[in-house]
Each structure stands twice: as structure tokens, then as C-alpha cells.
């Protein structure tokens, strides 16, 4: 038999050693678990303030400034940060996406952003009807501004007569005679050599901007249904990603809202339910822009307004004034009627000029919304779906 007198102190110090590097090894993972836990908070923690942030500045804005299209343009650029940075939020995270609750949390923010990009696209169908009410402008601006020192009744009859074309072109599609053809390509398609040659009288567009029967309106009402705070239990198992998942749908929802109040959509409509509770740091901020923009609407909408964007507000003042102006006016003009026709005109100039500077890159920003909003669903959906695979 083998002695054992000599393996006791050998024994216990091996034994000792696989224990210490048992205890070094458990508290190497519960550190980097720790550090990475503190890491995930700090980056949530970030997106929360810089969502506050961003919307601090737009909700501080002027009376005069808000839903201009200055103000639209950085309402847009805030969200698509806002969104780029979710989307980065999601990537670190993927790990998580597909577990309970936060998988459903993002197949349900995914289902509201399917429903966006209707909304963006009948945004971009209403810029494109700015911009031909923009050529009604410019007519009545040259043959008014020509001249300005002697105004004659053929400028009038001129005017009068863009005038009349402006407000026709201006009314609502079904009051019009469908003014505004709806077929547009989707964001995301061009025009291929085959569609280009197709037949007379047989459309090759992949996709229409909206169908005829669709509703901004109704459109709004479905993103906003069912849109809840998590509850504690939900933000601590999703270790807080839950909160920013409810962010983004808030900040999508509030978005879409201020594009189909600011620009002409098809059967526009206000009414949603939107409320944030006060424990997150960019509720005020939010809540306070939402209540300017209705306490607008209640002050300028009218049964058949086109929308609140500040430019279209001063064409529809400045053109009633001018057509009352011109249907009454006596010739020779006295000089009271002469000054008033120039301020008619000088804001006129500036909203076109407005529309001239503007509503091309507005166009531009709502593409890229479009777009941002497919690439984080396409990409989110494939964590979802991977996730799955691996699972089973």
C-alpha cells in the first residue's frame, strides 16, 4: 500500500488553489456582468437625456416659429437621431430582443412603423401639393408685381385668375374633382427602363403613395391604440429596455402626428389620445409641444383647412385678402389699396421663397425618415427571426 504521508500538504494546496480560482473566476464574471449592466444603463440613461434634450429646444421655439418649415426640418432631424440611436440601442442588445416581454414590445413598435411609412408617404403627396399651389403663387406674384407703380385692370384680370386656380388647387381632393394624381413611387424604388416604356394606359408603379380610401386620421388613432407605459415588473425584465422602446413609440407617434397637422394629407384628423406620464425626463418637453400644436389647431383649423404649417397659413390669409381685394377694387387704385396689394405681395414673395429654400430638403428628410424606419425594422426583425432559429 502505498504511503500517503507525504501527499497531504501537496493535496490540500491544490485543493486550495482550484478553490481561490474557483472564487477568482466567479468574481471575474460578476465584475464584467456588473460592468456590463452599468454600461447598458449608462447608454439607456443617455438616450432618455438626449431624446429630453432634443425636444427641450423644439418645444421652446416661438409662437412664430413653430411648424414653420425651419421647425418641421428640425423636428425631423431630431427623430431621425433619435431613431439611429435606437437602432444602435437594439443592435447591443439583440441578445434580449427575443425574450419575453421584449420581443412582443418590438414586434408591436415594428407593427406602428409599418403603419409610418404610410404616413410619410402621403406627407411626401402633400409637399408635392405645396409645391403646385407654389406655381398658382408665382403667377399671381407676376402679374401683380410687374407693375407695382400702375396697376392695371389686366393685372387684376390676371390675378384673378391664378387666384381663382390657387384656391381651386387648394381645396380638398373629393370637393375638387381629385386635384393631386396620388400615384407615386414607394421611397425605396426607381424608375427602371421597363417600367419607363410601359403600355398606354397600363401603370407599371410598384406601389401608390396611399389608396383612396385611406385616413391620416384613422391611420393615427390605429399607432395609438394600446400604447402603455411598461409596468415595473416589464422594465425590470427587460433591465429597462422596455422604457426605451416605449420612448420611440411616443416619439414616432408624436412625429407622424405634427406631419399630418402641419401638412394637406388625406382626411387629416387630430383627434388622438396622448398622454406620458411625468417620471420620464422628456414627457414635459413632449407633452408641452403636443399642447401648443393643438391649442393651434383650435386657432387656425378650419373645416377645410389644408394644415398648420406657418407657410400655408400665411398663403390662405394672404390670398382671401388679396381676392377680396381685387374683386372689389375701383379703378385708378387709391393709395391705401396700392400699399395693401404690395404687403399682399411682400408675403407672398417670402412664403414662396420659403417653399423655394425649403421644401425640397423637407422632402429629403421625410425619405430619410422612410427610410430609417425600414432599415431598424428589417434589421430588428432578422434579430427576431435569428433569434428563433437559434432557440430551436
Not at 497531504?8 to 474557483?22: C, I, T, V
Not at 406601389?207 to 391604440?225: C, D, E, N, P, T
Not at 394600446?226 to 411616443?250: H, K
Request: proline content about 2%.
Amino acid at each position: 500500500m502505498p504511503s500517503t504521508a507525504n501527499h497531504g500538504p501537496s493535496s490540500s494546496f491544490s485543493s486550495f488553489g482550484r478553490s481561490l480560482f474557483g472564487v477568482r473566476q466567479e468574481q471575474v464574471h460578476s465584475v464584467e456582468a456588473s460592468n456590463e449592466s452599468d454600461s447598458c444603463n449608462l447608454e439607456l440613461g443617455s438616450f432618455q437625456k438626449r431624446v429630453a434634450d432634443r425636444f427641450h429646444d423644439l418645444s421652446g421655439v416661438s409662437d412664430d416659429e413653430l411648424l414653420s418649415i425651419d421647425w418641421i426640418q428640425k423636428l425631423l432631424t431630431a427623430f431621425i437621431c433619435c431613431q439611429e440611436e435606437f437602432r444602435a440601442i437594439l443592435l447591443n442588445n439583440k441578445e434580449q430582443v427575443s425574450k419575453t416581454p421584449l420581443d412582443r414590445m418590438i414586434s408591436e413598435f415594428f407593427d406602428r412603423s409599418v403603419k409610418a411609412l404610410d404616413i410619410c408617404n402621403a406627407s411626401r403627396d402633400g409637399i408635392e401639393k405645396i409645391r403646385m399651389w407654389q406655381k398658382h403663387l408665382e403667377i399671381v406674384i407676376c402679374a401683380m408685381g410687374s407693375n407695382k407703380r400702375s396697376l392695371t385692370e389686366g393685372q387684376f384680370r390676371r390675378a384673378r385668375k391664378a387666384l381663382m386656380d390657387l384656391a381651386l388647387a387648394m381645396l380638398d381632393e373629393k370637393d375638387s374633382g381629385a386635384v393631386l394624381s396620388q400615384r407615386h413611387r414607394s421611397f425605396g424604388r426607381h424608375n427602371s427602363s421597363k417600367d419607363h416604356h410601359s403600355a398606354a394606359g397600363h401603370s407599371k408603379s410598384h406601389s401608390w403613395s396611399v389608396s383612396r380610401s385611406w385616413s391620416a386620421a384613422k391611420q393615427l388613432q390605429s399607432i395609438a391604440s394600446n400604447l402603455v407605459p411598461p409596468r415595473a415588473t416589464e422594465i425590470a425584465a427587460t433591465s429597462r429596455l422596455a422604457i426605451t422602446v416605449y420612448t420611440m413609440n411616443c416619439i414616432l407617434l408624436l412625429v407622424l402626428w405634427t406631419l399630418v397637422a402641419a401638412i394637406p394629407c388625406q382626411d387629416r384628423g387630430l383627434n388622438i389620445h396622448f398622454s406620458v406620464p411625468r417620471q420620464f425626463s422628456w414627457s414635459t418637453p413632449v407633452t408641452s409641444l403636443y399642447d401648443r400644436i393643438m391649442d393651434e389647431s383650435k386657432k387656425r383649423e378650419r373645416r377645410n383647412s389644408n394644415g398648420l404649417l406657418k407657410e400655408i397659413y400665411q398663403v390662405e390669409l394672404s390670398t382671401r385678402h388679396m381676392t377680396d381685394l381685387v374683386d372689389s377694387a375701383q379703378f385708378p387704385l387709391t393709395e391705401e389699396q396700392k400699399m395693401e396689394v404690395e404687403q399682399d405681395l411682400k408675403v407672398l414673395m417670402d412664403v414662396c421663397e420659403a417653399f423655394r429654400g425649403g421644401l425640397d430638403l423637407l422632402e429629403r428628410q421625410v425619405r430619410e425618415v422612410f427610410r430609417k424606419i425600414m432599415t431598424c425594422r428589417t434589421e430588428g426583425l432578422d434579430y427576431l427571426g435569428t433569434s428563433t432559429h437559434a432557440e430551436q
